[in-house]
């Protein structure tokens, strides 16, 4: 423990004085409190992680209580990683709080164990009671540190299927009492915060209609804003689904749509009959507002669909455009609406570059730019690697997705970038030697940027590839890369300003 004039910090890894609980906080400006996580980063278990986060956040929320303000911030070692919670402001009974967080901690520790002669065994199992009280309590109480209960609630949820042979009875307590879990949802500690109850999971949310979108995406750190939505029709044929907005066809997951549909009517009354209406009551109300009742938008980029029912929005991330071999399947099962799926995929729109002005590196400049202002990625994790045509290993670009709220640590992928002006389309003996590079670089997206047609050959070789590792696709053909360039003029002149 080291104090200076106005801060005083407490490592609970340091030695530290027997008694903290008259630890004198009058005249300090900040309080700075810190420990190691036990398991995230070690272990392989969610229900380990789970554990870290909850008594992380009891400990967060109990130290708060006695403090003006606070903030968190995780270490960047991957390996038992700390958390530091910085508390401005410290108020009486902040040295007893101090005191019960290392007693928790230091009981929790399996290479610290506590000194029984040093401890007062029964406030430990008082502090143990006060933790489980907590725990089942955690989903409706406000917090000051929502996040954080947020992701001790993510990997709980996750862990279950850890524990449906262990634990059967306490999985079916569980259930009773959150049936939204079932289906991978859980109510959001920070729904206060949103204006609404809230529930999140790994692939969407679903939110109260009261909640504001642009609010709720900017509390959770997301570029998307409700002026980037299309309007969009719902469209069935066979075993395909999809949205089709203006200039825009995109994959719509009818599984996760009615995975989030089943899981809200339960959120809402868990003993209500089971979820009947039709999911495909779509209407056109023009004059209704930016989201009528029952309605379908797509975000400009195709990453994101939302759906609003008569009580919720459905947020349903990971979704993508349609590529030009899928649309032309479609197409053929669509004939009647031929002209407008024409128009959506951008086949017939006169928006073609001149990609002959182009050299490779000047189309790797571009392809970065593109993949940069993309809303699904994080543009501080972008890296272009090596020198145009340089052994890199098969990478040209590398980027992490955003971190979209309470869900898990964002997708790393990897972009091929090849530039073709001979007319030809990329095929597949051209995109060499894929599985190994992912397996190498430890991807979980993968993606070949073109100014030409994809050939079919490829598109089947890289869903072998990538489907065979459970690795996400989003491809740039020419078509995908001219329609993203129509929609950014200023993009588009930079690269041809002709």
């Known amino acids: 423990m080291s104090r200076t004039r106005k801060r005083l910090i407490v490592d609970f890894d340091e030695d530290l004085p027997e008694h903290l609980d008259e630890l004198p906080v009058g005249g300090l400006d900040l309080v700075l409190v810190r420990f190691r ?17 909850l008594e992380a956040s009891w400990i967060a929320e109990v130290l708060g209580a006695h403090a003006r303000r606070m903030r968190l911030w995780m270490g960047r070692s991957a390996f038992h990683p700390s958390l530091t919670i910085a508390l401005g402001g410290p108020q009486p009974g902040l040295g007893r709080a101090i005191q019960d967080a290392v007693l928790l901690w230091r009981d929790s520790d399996d290479d610290e164990p506590v000194d029984a002669e040093r401890v007062d065994a029964e406030r430990v199992d008082a502090i143990r009671e006060r933790v489980a009280d907590y725990e089942d309590r955690i989903h409706e109480l406000r917090l000051r540190a929502p996040g954080l209960a947020g992701d001790y609630l993510a990997n709980l949820v996750i862990s279950y299927s850890e524990s449906h042979s262990e634990a059967p009875e306490y999985m079916r307590a569980q ?63 066979g075993r395909e689904c999809v949205a089709l907005a203006k200039g825009l066809l995109v994959q719509f997951p009818l599984d996760r749509y009615v995975r989030s549909q089943t899981a809200a009517r339960l959120a809402r009354d868990p003993h209500d009959e089971p979820w009947h209406e ?39 991330y990971d979704t993508k455009a349609l590529n030009s071999a899928q649309a032309e399947r479609f197409l053929k099962l669509a004939a009647q ?34 993949i940069r202002a993309h809303p699904m990625f994080d543009p501080n994790t972008i890296r272009k690697l090596g020198k145009t045509r340089s052994r890199d290993g098969g990478r040209d670009i590398e980027v992490h997705e955003r971190r979209r709220g309470e869900r898990r640590t964002p997708r790393k992928w990897i972009f091929q970038c090849k530039l073709v002006t001979d ?17 190498q670089f430890k991807a979980n997206g993968f993606g070949v940027m073109t100014s030409t047609a994809i050939d079919a050959t490829l598109y089947d070789k890289l869903s072998a590839v990538c489907a065979a590792r459970q690795i996400r696709e989003m491809h740039f053909s020419v078509l995908e890369l001219e329609r993203v360039l129509a929609e950014a003029p200023a993009l588009r002149r930079r690269y041809f300003p002709t």
């Open 37 to 53: 996580y036990r398991f995230i980063g070690s272990s392989n278990s969610y229900l380990d992680v789970a554990t870290d986060l």
């Open 278 to 316: 039709d999911p495909f009551a779509w209407r056109a109300e023009d004059d209704a507002g930016p989201f009528p009742r029952t309605a379908c938008y797509v975000h400009s980029s195709g990453a994101l669909c939302i759906v609003e029912d008569a009580h919720v929005l459905h947020l349903l």
């Open 423 to 439: 007319g030809s389309s990329l095929g597949a003996r051209r995109v060499l030697d894929v599985g190994d590079m992912l397996d």
């Open 175 to 237: 259930y009773a009492k959150f049936p939204e879990r079932r289906l991978g949802y859980f109510r959001s500690p920070s729904s206060w915060r949103f204006g609404g109850d809230c529930y999140s999971s790994g692939d969407g949310w679903i939110l109260d209609r009261a909640v504001d979108l642009d609010r709720f995406f900017t509390l959770t750190h997301q570029t998307y804003r409700r002026s980037g939505f299309r309007p969009a029709q719902i469209v069935s044929l």
């Open 337 to 370: 609406l031929q002209t407008e799926f024409v128009d959506a995929s951008g086949l017939a729109a006169p928006i073609a570059c001149d990609w002959t002005a182009l050299d490779d590196s000047r189309f790797e400049d571009l392809c970065y730019d593109v």
